[in-house]
C-alpha cells in the first residue's frame, strides 16, 4: 500500500518544524549512514547464511574407546 503524497509532505513538515532547517542535513546525514550500515549488516547475514547451508557438514571423528572406558568405570566408596 503506497503513501499518499500528501503525507509524506506532511511529515517531512513536521520534521522541519521540530529538528528546524540547521539540523536537517545533520539528520539526513545520519539516518543514511543507518540504512547503510542495516543493509550491510543483513547482507553479510545472508551471505554467511547461504555459505553455511551450502557447506559440507563436518564429519564426526571416531570415538576414542580408551577414554571412554576409562571414563566409564564405576567409582568404589574408597574413592570419595
Known amino acids: 500500500m ?3 503524497p500528501f ?4 511529515i517531512l513538515i513536521i ?3 521540530v529538528f ?8 539526513g546525514s545520519a539516518v543514511g549512514k543507518a540504512m ?4 550491510k549488516a543483513t547482507t ?15 564429519k564426526p571423528e571416531p570415538a576414542k574407546v580408551e577414554a571412554a572406558s576409562a571414563s566409564s568405570e564405576p ?6
Open 44 to 58: 553479510e547475514l545472508t551471505n554467511e547464511v547461504r555459505s553455511s547451508a551450502t557447506a559440507e557438514p563436518p
Open 20 to 27: 528546524g532547517p540547521s539540523r536537517l542535513p545533520e539528520l
Open 36 to 39: 547503510r550500515e542495516f543493509r
Open 15 to 17: 520534521v522541519l518544524i
Open 2 to 4: 503506497p503513501i499518499h
Open 7 to 10: 503525507w509524506i509532505a506532511a
Open 75 to 80: 567409582k568404589t566408596a574408597s574413592d570419595s
